[in-house]
């Protein structure tokens, strides 16, 4: 199947702080991919869409200014938290959709990020 | 809005016992259904999925899932299962539309005890 592919896995930063999430298709373009948010024990929330050589389409609660989004090509998309608070802690996966133009397909996850904030 | 449901929170079974996980949906058109699983540790991984055709599909590790319109169900089944299925098992919607993202169910926590 396809590959998506999420960088970094983990990372810890210190409050107040930006940190960006990379989310690749390594063999695949993807005009489309979203952007989940996980908590421990919970369900995938999804936080935004993010639209190649467009802006985002955030859902209702998230913070775009906070939760920055950028889709510079078919293949990348990145997700920027800025000033980070430990209440951003939380696990943040992506997915893509290879022929995002095409109904019936299926989405493809990468592996996600730990996020940690002290 | 979409909402999918997932009655079992925790499900504790023995190996060799029957499995059935409950996922229903709240959406007036066509829609394209999924089962993902998450072990311990990993990212998410494609059980299942249902776009048309058999409402009864076939999926990986001994995995089926019946899709049952007019119930708005699609519930996960496994005959036998093994110490290895457990693992957090989520429901996914999506419309049945170019571009959509996945609505998940909060997810059910499997524990097969060897």
């Known amino acids: 199947g396809a590959v998506v592919s999420q960088h970094p896995s983990w990372v810890i930063c210190k409050s107040g702080t930006s940190v960006k999430i990379e989310c690749r298709s390594l063999d695949f373009q993807a005009t489309t991919m979203f952007w989940y948010r996980q908590f421990p024990k919970q369900s995938l929330m999804l936080m935004a869409t993010?639209?190649?050589?467009?802006?985002?389409?955030?859902e209702q609660g998230v913070e775009k200014d906070k939760f920055l989004i950028n889709h510079a090509s078919l293949t990348l998309s990145t997700l920027t938290v800025t000033s980070a608070h430990p209440e951003d802690s939380s696990f943040y996966i992506c997915s893509a959709t290879p022929r995002a133009g095409l109904m019936n397909t299926e989405a493809f996850f990468g592996q996600g990020t730990r996020l940690t904030v002290v | 809005a979409q909402s999918v449901s997932q009655h079992n929170h925790h499900v504790i079974l023995s190996e060799a016992a029957s499995l059935e996980l409950g996922c229903n949906y709240s959406y007036g058109g066509t829609v394209n259904l999924f089962w993902y699983v998450q072990y311990p540790g990993q990212h998410l991984q494609l059980l299942l999925k249902?776009?048309?055709?058999?409402?009864l599909v076939k999926g990986i590790k001994g995995f089926e899932a019946e899709f049952i319109k007019s119930k708005f169900s699609f519930n996960l089944r496994k005959p036998s299962v093994q110490w290895s299925d457990t693992a957090e098992y989520f429901c996914?919607?999506?419309?049945?539309?170019?571009?959509?993202?996945?609505?998940f169910g909060k997810g059910t926590t499997l524990s097969v005890s060897s």
């Open positions: 993010s639209n190649e050589g467009s802006k985002a389409t955030y």
């Open positions: 996914a919607v999506s419309p049945n539309q170019a571009g959509t993202a996945l609505i």
């Open positions: 249902y776009f048309s055709g058999d409402p």
